[in-house]
């Protein structure tokens, strides 16, 4: 039963064009959600997270948006980069100071030059 | 300041055949988990510990076992190996609360095949 679902396995955007990456959850109890980036051969890189009380999170070119009514995050990326083509990890998390995370199955963004 | 490193990188073992995998950790962080990632599956947790002497298991324990050594060491052993158990491991570490809580540090993995 895999509580949170990315269903788009890739994802190709032209360079500097906005990439737009999905993540559905189903356990109402999750609280908090974090991406995370991974390249080949290395592990996983915490990007930026978010907790159920905000709707919107942003650091520099990424912006992570919440609907808890649609159980749905995204992931912006603007401008998207060629050093953005990367795995894409969403991640979620029941409530704080719980530190057992849930992955999503991961989708591979590729940003054509 | 090296963050989390993982022994070996690369492993091939015979079915039935036993393998520790060594994870360490210098940032002094408190809590540290082992996960296995399997192509279309993501991430699955195998098992964490959230501080020193204490280890709980995580969605996907059967066939390993774990030893929080100290604070910075967290082992995964595989006592009989199956085909199951081919899979790419990651060791992490997080300070748990306060700053950067949920942000987990990953080591670079261990590719692991199992024939």
């Known amino acids: 039963d895999q509580q949170v679902k990315q269903n788009s396995p890739s994802l190709s955007v032209q360079e500097g064009r906005i990439s737009i990456l999905n993540c559905d959850y189903t356990?109402?109890?999750?609280?908090?959600f974090l991406w995370y980036k991974k390249y080949p051969a290395e592990g996983p890189t915490f990007l930026i997270s978010i907790s159920s009380i905000k709707d919107k999170n942003e650091d520099g070119r990424f912006t992570v948006f919440l609907n808890k009514s649609a159980k749905h995050l995204s992931l912006h990326i603007v401008p998207s980069q060629p050093g953005d083509s990367a795995v894409y990890f969403c991640?979620?998390?029941?409530?704080?100071?719980?530190?057992?995370?849930?992955f999503g199955t991961g989708t591979r963004l590729t940003i054509i030059p | 300041n090296a963050g989390v490193t993982q022994t070996p990188k690369f492993q091939v073992l015979k079915t039935g055949q036993s393998m520790t995998l060594q994870c360490a950790q210098d940032?002094?962080?408190?809590?540290m988990y082992w996960y296995r990632q399997d192509p279309g599956m993501g991430l699955r947790l195998i098992y964490y510990?959230?501080?020193?002497?204490t280890t709980d298991k995580g969605e996907v324990p059967n066939g390993y076992n774990v030893s929080r050594l100290n604070k910075r060491e967290f082992s995964l052993r595989l006592e009989s190996a199956a085909p199951s158990q081919t899979s790419v491991y990651f060791c992490?570490?997080?300070?748990?609360w306060g700053q950067g809580w949920g942000e987990q540090y990953f080591g670079p993995g261990t590719r692991l095949t199992v024939t």
């Open positions: 992490a570490s997080s300070d748990g």
């Open positions: 510990s959230a501080s020193e002497g």
């Open positions: 940032m002094n962080h408190n809590s």
């Open positions: 356990n109402s109890m999750f609280d908090y």
């Open positions: 991640a979620a998390s029941p409530t704080f100071g719980n530190e057992k995370l849930t």
